[in-house]
């Protein structure tokens, strides 16, 4: 029931696009692909000028249960890869790999639906510039359409430390090197998350303009 009902409060609140993700569903089969799948297909139906996000897991990079998502159709598939492949094994879940992101990143791109992809990196975490710059080129070569890059912060004293804060005009040198490499779009900033408003504005005006042209 539970796609039914977001799919009921999209439409009640009339929103412009959506973000939808989940706690990690390890304990199912498909990791939770098939509902994912579900609740795409019932926002679509409810609310067909919607724009749809799906940030989604790995799936342990099982290419089944990347289809069921992306046979769903949803506009834009973010996967985050969230630090440079050196600290991926201390930033993030220890069944997480750098390059199985990578390889999730890419297969969405290339399949039929046309789908957008998109991904975060946080910086802060002791990653260094040349760290960072072979990170955007190993995006670009997977042909991932949009970048957030934004601050980490220690949620708490058992997390991990910030080991540097990045000043706004660092950011915007990350921005331009990032958009030297040909992303769609990058959002950096400090206070920059994977669901930032910027970003979805641009995928709007893009997705706006794709459906005037199809209009002739």
């Known amino acids: 029931m539970e796609p039914i009902h977001l799919a009921q409060a999209v439409k009640e609140m009339d929103l412009e696009y959506i973000v939808v993700t989940s706690v990690n569903r390890d304990d199912r089969p498909d990791g939770g692909a ?34 069921t998502v992306a046979e769903a159709k949803p506009h834009v598939v973010a996967h985050n890869v969230e630090t440079v492949e050196r600290l991926t094994p201390t930033v993030r879940d220890r069944r997480a790999k750098y390059h199985q992101s ?23 975490l002791g990653e ?23 601050q980490y912060l220690q949620p708490s004293q058992y997390h991990l430390r910030v080991e540097r804060f990045v000043t706004p005009a660092q950011f915007e040198a990350y921005k331009t090197l990032a958009e030297s490499y040909g992303f769609l779009y ?17 995928m709007k005006g893009l997705m706006e303009r794709e459906r005037l042209e199809r209009l002739g």
């Open 34 to 67: 098939s509902h994912f799948a579900s609740a795409i297909r019932e926002l679509r139906r409810e609310s067909p000028r919607t724009i749809v996000e799906v940030l989604i897991p790995d799936f342990k990079g099982v290419e089944k249960d990347l289809t």
């Open 102 to 124: 990578l390889r999730v990143l890419e297969y969405l791109k290339n399949r039929p639906e046309g789908l957008y992809t998109k991904t975060s990196v946080m910086v802060g």
């Open 128 to 150: 260094t510039d040349a760290e960072l710059e072979q990170t955007f080129k190993d995006l670009r070569d997977v042909g991932v359409d949009v970048l957030t890059l934004g």
């Open 186 to 202: 990058v959002a950096s900033g400090p206070l920059v998350r994977s669901s930032y408003r910027a970003a979805e504005f641009f």
